[in-house]
């Protein structure tokens, strides 16, 4: 009997100590998931080293590009916690209303001419003489519009340059070399089994960060990339006026002269560059996707975003939690 006893008592410390075990595991491997544009990378790594010595929870960050991020909550069913963009149109044209009803603008960025010193003409390039330059034999590149707003805004920004300039850089830069088409306002963009193919004096991938190993290994003479990527990747840019790098809201009457026609029939209106961010419907960690969201839009998340070269702004769109709403 007494054996019993023993026996019972030992199970039950046993029993004991693996539940705790169990919660205590469970605790320290909880995670929140964070979907994200590619040119986010750096300041959510940032903003999540703080938030896991905060919380004690990790934050697993998957980066895209922006349609195919929220393409991963819309059509493949990923459930995410955080979802946060480069272009809040995305939001706006893939989660809206079905899988959120909010998001807020958080950051600003620009569209840059980025290249390095193995780049050809890289020492004579300048603001007066680089679309000569890009009728030369340079190989450029920039990202899938049907993929990421950065390739879209590239194709955008190449438009807009041949009405201001008049002098065909759309027509011989993009028209010429990629299958991509404008009419009338209206750029149409085929799909990636043929844009991707595209490797001749335009070399496209899916999202623009991908460019970065090219433009380094001199795969690609110039690359079209957001200004806070190329100053956090210590590349050599050139800025672009505000007419054509997308970055200036009072000019968005301009910018709105042209749309993008994606592979999927969405169009994408011509806009200044306004990244969003927004918690989906089905979020599993709801709470700890406010305290997240929370640091990114407070005073720590607008300093690193601020430091990346991402200017910080904030606006609500939509039935914003107050739990995030700034007070």
């Not at 049907?146 to 879209?152: A, I, L």
């Not at 190993?213 to 957001?226: R, T, V």
């Amino acid at each position: 009997m007494r054996k019993l006893v023993v026996a019972v008592v030992i199970g039950i410390i046993i029993a004991g100590t693996l539940v705790t075990y169990y919660h205590t595991s469970n605790s320290l491997e909880e995670e929140i998931k964070v979907l994200a544009a590619g040119s986010l990378a750096v300041p959510l790594k940032k903003i999540s080293d703080i938030f896991e010595k905060e919380f004690g929870v990790r934050v697993y960050t998957e980066t895209a590009g922006s349609l195919e991020t929220v393409k991963k909550v819309s059509e493949l069913g990923t459930k995410a916690d955080v979802v946060a963009v480069a272009d809040y149109q995305a939001i706006e044209k893939y989660l809206m209303p079905d899988f959120t009803e909010w998001y807020v603008k958080f950051a600003r960025n620009e569209l840059v001419i980025a290249y390095t010193d193995k780049s050809k003409y890289a020492s004579e390039i300048t603001l007066e003489n680089w679309m000569k330059i890009f009728k030369k034999d340079v190989r450029i590149g920039f990202s899938s519009p049907n993929d990421d707003p950065c390739g879209y805004r590239a194709i955008m920004m190449f438009y807009l340059a041949e009405i201001k300039y008049q002098n065909g850089i759309f027509r011989d830069v993009v028209e010429n070399n990629t299958g991509i088409r404008a009419s009338n306002g209206i750029i149409e963009v085929p799909d990636d089994s043929s844009l991707l193919n595209f490797q001749g004096k335009i070399f496209i991938k899916q999202k623009s960060v991908e460019l970065l190993a090219d433009l380094e290994s001199g795969n690609i003479d110039y690359a079209i990339e957001y200004l806070s990527v190329a100053k956090q990747h210590g590349l050599s840019y050139l800025r672009l006026p505000d007419e054509i790098n997308l970055s200036n809201s009072t000019l968005i009457p301009w910018y709105q002269k042209v749309k993008v026609k994606l592979a999927d029939g969405r169009e994408i209106q011509g806009d200044a560059i306004n990244y969003g961010v927004t918690i989906p419907n089905n979020a599993p960690h709801t709470e700890l996707a406010y305290k997240f969201l929370e640091l990114l839009l407070g005073e720590k998340g607008n300093e690193i975003l601020s430091n990346c070269g991402q200017p910080p702004m904030y606006e609500e769109i939509g039935n914003v939690p107050e739990e995030i709403k700034r007070r």
